[in-house]
């Protein structure tokens, strides 16, 4: 694995220090086709709403694109690699390729991931679900010999599997992994994953990163000191599917949880507000009622209101839910300080140029 000196010191500086992480979604035409121009407007818009990085081919960007037959994992990392080299500070977010597979096919699109200038890889659980505790700490071994890995915790009701603390003692004796997205969407699960950074002697070291689109605000606010005075683990960014919308209030409410933990001061009560009206707002679009069935059209939904997508046409047969478009207008109407369609009016032209 080559990495210049240099390169490894500041993108793994920013990682750690904490960034708005969006999960990167999918533009398609009505035919299920690539739709490249739109694919690069979503990335302009990240980028100019000051994301610290970007995560491709990850579930918002629908594990279909895996598929040798569908063949779109090349040309989406590579479009969005394309379009950040052209972007003003495009050059400077750290970049994230989604990794999935069994093990042959995970170091492949790590090979694949390094050729194209990604810093690191999101490995997916989902096609280890059955496999041995061991083996599935292996597989992020041997991935991690071609890229540095960020480890994920992904919740069982999208392909995840419950990962108990020794499994993740396991993991954190490797040194190539550099961060966790701790997903699952449990609070008891979440603690043991902070319990198994502290004990391991990792807490500073690794970057913690929630994927609990249910408890975005309040992870980011909470310190995590196990022993009562000893070492202390926050989160310190998010890598989230519920980020690659109204990503500029991402941001905005990212840099204020920062400031409040950095400060150590108290958390005032306007943000626990906030953490309650962007979990509600998650509802809407994740659609935990259905299972999370109309997760990714409703994700499109909100940016094809806005007009960087044209539809919520997916590659399979997701669709939104009942009622879910009216649930999405519900808190769009409930929370208008949540939403950026202000920002993205001001500069849809120049991003779909």
């Not at 679900?129 to 480890?151: F, G, K, L, Q």
């Amino acid at each position: 694995m080559e990495e210049r000196q240099g390169e490894r010191a500041a993108w793994r500086d920013r990682l750690r220090e904490g960034v708005v992480i969006p999960a990167h979604p999918l533009a398609l035409r009505s035919d299920h086709s690539l739709d490249e121009r739109r694919q690069r407007a979503l990335t302009r818009y990240y980028v100019a709403a000051g994301a610290g990085g970007l995560a491709v081919g990850v579930h918002t960007t629908q594990f279909a694109i895996h598929d040798p037959k569908i063949a779109l994992l090349r040309p989406v990392l590579q479009l969005a690699a394309e379009t950040l080299d052209d972007a003003r500070h495009g050059d400077g977010l750290i970049r994230i390729a989604g990794i999935c597979g069994e093990t042959a096919q995970a170091v492949a699109e790590a090979e694949l991931a390094v050729e194209l200038g990604y810093h690191a890889g999101l490995v997916s659980p989902a096609a280890l679900s059955a496999s041995e505790e061991a083996d599935w700490a292996a597989h992020i071994r041997t991935v991690a010999d071609t890229i540095p890995v960020i480890a994920f915790y992904l919740q069982p009701a999208v392909g995840g599997r419950v990962l108990p603390y020794t499994f993740w003692r396991r993991v954190l004796e490797i040194e190539q992994v550099v961060a966790i997205k701790i997903a699952p969407f449990n609070r008891y699960q979440t603690l043991e994953v902070f319990r198994a950074v502290v004990d391991a002697g990792r807490a500073g070291e690794i970057a913690l990163y929630t994927g609990n689109d249910d408890h975005i605000v309040l992870d980011l606010l909470t310190t995590f000191r196990p022993t009562g005075d000893g070492a202390a683990v926050t989160v310190v960014g998010g890598l989230l599917g519920q980020w690659s919308v109204w990503t500029r209030r991402a941001v905005e409410y990212h840099a204020e949880c920062r400031r409040i933990v950095k400060s150590g001061r108290a958390v005032p009560p306007q943000l626990l507000t906030l953490a309650a009206q962007v979990t509600d707002a998650n509802a809407a679009i994740f659609d935990p009622a259905n299972a999370f069935a109309g997760c990714i059209p409703g994700i499109h939904e909100v940016l094809r209101r806005q007009g960087l997508l044209a539809g919520t046409w997916t590659l399979g047969t997701e669709a939104l839910s009942p009622d879910q478009r009216l649930a999405i207008d519900r808190v769009c109407r409930s929370y208008p300080h949540l939403t950026d369609d202000a920002f993205v009016a001001e500069h849809l032209d120049d991003w779909l140029r």
